[in-house]
Protein backbone atom coordinates (compact mmCIF):
# COMPACT_ATOMS: atom_id res chain seq x y z
CA UNK A 1 0.00 0.00 0.00
CA UNK A 2 1.42 3.46 -0.77
CA UNK A 3 0.68 6.09 1.45
CA UNK A 4 1.32 10.05 1.13
CA UNK A 5 1.37 12.82 2.84
CA UNK A 6 -0.88 15.69 2.58
CA UNK A 7 2.12 17.97 2.07
CA UNK A 8 2.88 15.56 -0.96
CA UNK A 9 -0.74 16.38 -2.82
CA UNK A 10 -0.70 19.45 -5.01
CA UNK A 11 -2.83 21.96 -3.69
CA UNK A 12 -6.11 22.84 -5.75
CA UNK A 13 -5.04 26.27 -5.61
CA UNK A 14 -1.39 25.35 -6.84
CA UNK A 15 -0.84 25.77 -10.48
CA UNK A 16 0.11 22.92 -12.79
CA UNK A 17 4.01 22.13 -13.26
CA UNK A 18 5.15 22.85 -16.62
CA UNK A 19 4.50 19.70 -19.09
CA UNK A 20 8.99 20.23 -20.11
CA UNK A 21 10.33 17.48 -17.96
CA UNK A 22 13.34 19.02 -17.07
CA UNK A 23 11.61 22.16 -16.19
CA UNK A 24 10.53 23.58 -12.61
CA UNK A 25 7.77 26.53 -13.36
CA UNK A 26 4.37 26.18 -12.95
CA UNK A 27 2.24 26.24 -15.91
CA UNK A 28 0.72 29.29 -17.44
CA UNK A 29 -3.33 29.79 -16.66
CA UNK A 30 -4.84 27.18 -18.81
CA UNK A 31 -1.72 25.56 -20.07
CA UNK A 32 0.77 23.07 -20.09
CA UNK A 33 3.47 25.17 -20.37
CA UNK A 34 5.23 28.29 -19.03
CA UNK A 35 6.56 29.76 -22.06
CA UNK A 36 6.64 29.57 -25.62
CA UNK A 37 10.13 28.10 -25.09
CA UNK A 38 9.30 24.88 -23.32
CA UNK A 39 6.00 23.91 -25.38
CA UNK A 40 8.64 24.34 -28.78
CA UNK A 41 11.95 22.65 -27.46
CA UNK A 42 12.66 18.97 -27.65
CA UNK A 43 14.59 16.37 -26.77
CA UNK A 44 16.04 18.13 -23.88
CA UNK A 45 16.28 17.01 -20.39
CA UNK A 46 17.90 20.66 -18.78
CA UNK A 47 14.99 23.27 -18.90
CA UNK A 48 17.05 26.87 -19.95
CA UNK A 49 13.66 28.78 -20.02
CA UNK A 50 15.38 31.66 -17.99
CA UNK A 51 12.57 31.73 -15.32
CA UNK A 52 13.99 32.29 -11.82
CA UNK A 53 12.69 28.20 -10.39
CA UNK A 54 14.78 27.03 -13.42
CA UNK A 55 17.96 28.93 -13.11
CA UNK A 56 17.75 27.61 -9.39
CA UNK A 57 18.12 23.93 -10.55
CA UNK A 58 20.54 24.34 -13.69
CA UNK A 59 22.67 25.99 -11.08
CA UNK A 60 22.52 23.40 -8.82
CA UNK A 61 23.35 21.07 -11.52
CA UNK A 62 26.43 22.52 -12.47
Known sequence: MITTKK???PNK???PKCA???CHC???PGEK???DFC???VG???CTCGHAE???HTEART
Open 7 to 9: DDQ
Open 13 to 15: DTP
Open 20 to 22: HPG
Open 26 to 28: PAR
Open 33 to 35: YCS
Open 39 to 41: ENI
Open 44 to 46: EDI
Open 54 to 56: CKT
